[in-house]
């Protein structure tokens, strides 16, 4: 993950780098036609010397300045201009990489206050790029919702989780992750088969409840996905099981009509947590989506499936700022055990910052 955001990020550090470093060309010439003259015109300038030498006195405080321009030889400032030249290659850095326009501006502002005019030792240059742009990247990321304390702290159960997507982003392999995950930390758990709608979809959850010995509530084709829900509930308040986890048929998020039958099922079912299950690798796509269902029925945190393949990493990077909501987890593949809690700080120790 993050290959191609890693590398390019650490070519652009080094090249602001370098070149913060480089003295002016010109500075270099004028020491040049300095030193020709003082060859072409040694006589004149011997004497030049001996008559300064008479004229000068004794200044107290002498030697403090010549150590004082020695320490700040050492130090350069980056200029505005000079940054400006710098931020244009990282905005495309950063678009190229699925970040969204949003955030890619916030990070070059916050970087701009950060570095420009600021007076820093030649040899720390580079840290100090990367320190600014990890302090930056990490106050974009909200911090994750830890949903074991959340089901732990309610005390009255069943907890009820609603998951939601478009087709082919993850769901129900999603589902049977959290659903061993929950198993290992001693959480029960009832799988809701909500997606009545997609082929197939019911005997996937079947598979998945089986292998991990979980009850799975279904309906017919076709039924009433809401009522899947309601009655997974009600048996998990019966037979005293922790957590509800229900699946819902997958929709884009331009489907109005369909849209409002989740709205339905989430008035139904009034879940504790509605999660948004979307794609690593579909960039700005995964904002719009989570977008759409906020608006319709209210998103509280995300899970970014296929986070394994993603070379760019911008979504997760997006997401989270743009919408204002936590990423939980990162699926990095197709067994149960590949589902990474989302740390920030591990995240930004990935972009090799």
């Known amino acids: 993950m993050f290959n191609k955001l890693r590398e ?14 480089e003295e002016k060309p010109k500075k270099e010439k004028d020491s040049k036609k300095k030193e020709q003259k003082k060859e072409k015109n040694p006589k004149k300038e011997e004497e030049k010397v001996e008559e300064e030498k008479t004229k000068e006195e004794p200044k107290k405080g002498k030697n403090k300045k010549s150590i004082f321009n020695k320490l700040t030889s050492n130090k350069r400032l980056i200029a505005e201009k000079d940054f400006e030249k710098y931020s244009e290659d990282l905005e495309m850095l950063f678009l190229e990489n699925n970040v969204a326009l949003e955030v890619v501006d916030k990070i070059i502002e916050n970087l701009r206050k950060k570095i420009v005019d600021k007076e820093v030792n030649k040899k ?19 911090p994750p919702i830890n949903i074991v304390e959340r089901i732990n702290q309610k005390e009255e159960k069943p907890f009820v989780m609603l998951f939601c997507g478009i087709n082919g982003a993850g769901k129900t392999t999603t589902i049977a992750k959290i659903a061993n ?16 709608f997609r082929a197939a979809s019911i005997e996937q959850l079947k598979k998945h409840s089986e292998k991990l010995n979980l009850k799975l509530i279904a309906h017919e084709y076709g039924s009433d996905p809401a009522s899947v829900g309601f009655d997974a509930i009600k048996y998990a308040k019966k037979n005293k099981i922790d957590t509800v986890l229900i699946d819902t048929a997958g929709r884009m998020h331009t489907e109005k009509n369909l849209l409002k039958e989740m709205e339905k099922i989430k008035r139904v079912c009034n879940p504790d947590l509605t999660i948004f299950v979307g794609e ?11 977008k759409s269902f906020d608006e319709s029925i ?7 499936s296929k986070a394994d393949i993603d070379e760019k990493g911008g979504t997760a990077l997006s997401v989270g700022y743009t919408t204002k909501k936590p990423i939980l987890f990162l699926g990095k ?13 591990k995240f930004i120790e990935e972009l090799g910052l």
Request: cysteine-free; aromatic content about 4%; hydrophobic content about 35%.
């Open 280 to 290: 690593s690798i579909t960039g700005n796509d995964s904002t719009e989506q989570i």
């Open 298 to 304: 209210g998103i509280d945190s995300i899970i970014l």
């Open 124 to 142: 720390e240059i580079e840290n100090e790029i990367k320190n600014s742009l990890k302090e930056i990247i990490e106050s974009v990321l909200l």
């Open 8 to 21: 390019k990020l650490k070519g652009w550090v080094q090249k602001v780098s370098e070149e913060s470093k």
């Open 181 to 196: 995950l929950l198993k290992k930390e001693g959480i029960s758990s009832i799988i809701a088969a909500g997606d009545t």
């Open 333 to 345: 593949g197709q067994n149960y055990e590949d589902l990474e809690p989302f740390d920030k700080k």
